[in-house]
């Protein structure tokens, strides 16, 4: 099987200088981690380009249609028919050499992680979760986002491997730290040897957000004062990328190890799908996904 090609975008010297550059086939396009790719694991971050959905062809019956074919959505059965979604999957797996079959969790905005260690684990799709780590070959660990931070994270010396989603409960809870633990519990992951590619989120630009969830962060973080950006009276602008990568780095993860995507979900909704942007427009919103693997 051929390798897809890589392609030009506008944005790839800053996406290089970052760590990450884009992956095309077929009108398909991800965003892929050179790091963890250089450290032997199939990764990616999916974008809207490519599939078979129309997500913002339902729109409020007070706005006019706004009708774009060739969404990729990749999760939502109540928002999108099943076909359409389990199409922009398989077209979204040709992105990836060999012969890979996707897991995931029923995510709920929790601490739990989730360890695929047998096929069977791997096939129970339903479990709450909302991380995922394993070893097993031939699977891609996927979460689900739009808007919220997708974390991969890889271990070259033990081939352990994991897919984290962290929305602002998931940071308050320190799931990526979890996720963390359980790599060293479970595989004997030194957090020192581990590669870590932070995906495309809502970013601090535009991420405005109420006093509950400044109350939730500040709570966790003892230097919480450096992810906010004070807006208007009880709301502010948040990094939950900064906050992640500190949450990384006081696990024991090396900072020139950790790749953070310079993209924004809402600001490019061209690219992604964006929760806070589409739903209110649109009625729903699609999602992305971000997996990993063995290669």
């Given at each position: 099987m051929s390798m897809p090609i890589e392609t030009i975008m506008p944005d790839d010297e800053i996406l290089t200088d970052a760590g990450f550059y884009w992956r095309e086939r077929h009108g398909v396009k991800v965003l892929v981690s050179r790091g963890l790719e250089e450290a032997g694991f199939a990764n990616g971050f999916s974008t809207r380009l490519g599939g078979v959905s129309s997500i913002r062809s339902v729109v409020p019956a007070t706005m006019d249609a706004c009708v774009v074919d060739g969404d990729l959505n990749l999760a939502g059965f109540d928002e999108d028919p099943a076909e359409n979604i389990f199409e922009n999957r398989r077209r979204f797996l040709t992105l990836f050499a060999g012969n890979y079959e996707l897991t995931s969790v029923w995510q709920v905005h929790c601490d739990d992680v989730k360890t695929v260690a047998s096929t069977a684990d791997a096939e129970r799709t339903e479990d709450r979760a909302d991380a995922i780590v394993s070893d097993l070959p031939g699977i891609l660990a996927g979460v689900k986002t739009a808007d919220c931070v997708p974390i991969l994270l890889g271990d070259p010396k033990n081939r352990a491997y994991a897919a984290v989603h962290s929305g602002w409960r998931g940071t308050s809870k320190l799931i990526a730290r979890r996720a963390v633990q359980i790599m060293h519990d479970t595989y004997g992951s030194d957090p020192a040897d581990l590669i870590c590619a932070i995906g495309p989120a809502a970013l601090c630009g535009n991420y405005e957000v109420g006093a509950d969830v400044i109350e939730s962060i500040s709570q966790t973080f003892r230097d919480?004062?450096?992810?906010?950006?004070?807006?208007?009276?009880?709301?502010?602008?948040v990094d939950l990328h900064l906050a992640n990568e500190d949450l990384l780095a006081d696990s024991g993860v090396n900072r020139a190890n950790i790749f953070k995507a310079p993209l924004c979900t809402m600001e490019r909704t061209d690219l992604f799908f964006s929760y806070r942007v589409e739903k209110a427009k649109y009625g729903r919103t699609g999602r992305l996904m971000s997996v990993i693997g063995l290669a």
């Open positions: 919480h004062e450096r992810y906010f950006t004070p807006t208007r009276e009880g709301h502010a602008l």
